[in-house]
């Protein structure tokens, strides 16, 4: 397993932490797919559903930055933009020659961009949006409170 997943990664956001716990399991499938060799058919779809999901993971942080008008957002998107083409990057490479692509020094970068943009960036506006959301009718609407 390359991720285990723990409290320590919860920022107490129900639906933001089913996202992260999802991009834990897809890290960790594709961590499997590598390990026990279960060809380049399985490693390209283990990085399609990460590149997939990353983009939805990060869209549905913006529009909480949006709808609860969270301030800090600069580094945090631009981190997202980073990562988006980075792990596109690695898709690419990876369709046009697997044997150029070092996936262990991937799945290394990913464990510890995961635990650290959770731990601090997503930690950092966790308490802010939740905060907003229990004031306002937009997050009784959306089942968020
Ligand atoms: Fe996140
Ligand atoms: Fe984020």
């Known amino acids: 397993m390359l991720i285990q997943w723990s409290e320590a990664l919860e920022v107490g956001h129900p639906i933001i932490d089913y996202d992260h ?3 834990v399991n897809i890290a960790n499938d594709l961590h499997r797919a590598v390990k026990f060799k279960q060809g380049d058919e399985s490693v390209i779809g283990g990085l399609k559903r990460l590149v997939q999901y990353i983009e939805t993971h990060f869209a549905r942080e ?10 800090h957002v600069e580094k945090h ?7 988006e083409k980075l792990v596109h990057g690695f898709l690419i ?3 046009t020659d697997p ?8 799945l290394n970068f990913l464990k ?7 731990g601090k960036l997503d930690k950092g506006y966790a308490p802010y949006v939740i905060h907003a959301e229990t004031k ?3 997050g009784r609407r959306k089942g968020f409170v």
């Open 99 to 106: 044997r150029a692509v070092d996936m262990e020094k991937l």
């Open 77 to 83: 998107m631009k981190n997202h933009r980073d990562i």
């Open 62 to 71: 913006e529009a909480l930055f949006l709808d609860t008008r969270y301030p």
């Open 136 to 138: 306002t009718a937009y």
């Open 93 to 95: 490479a990876f369709e």
């Open 112 to 118: 510890e961009w995961l635990i650290k943009h959770i």
């Open 21 to 23: 716990r999802m991009l």
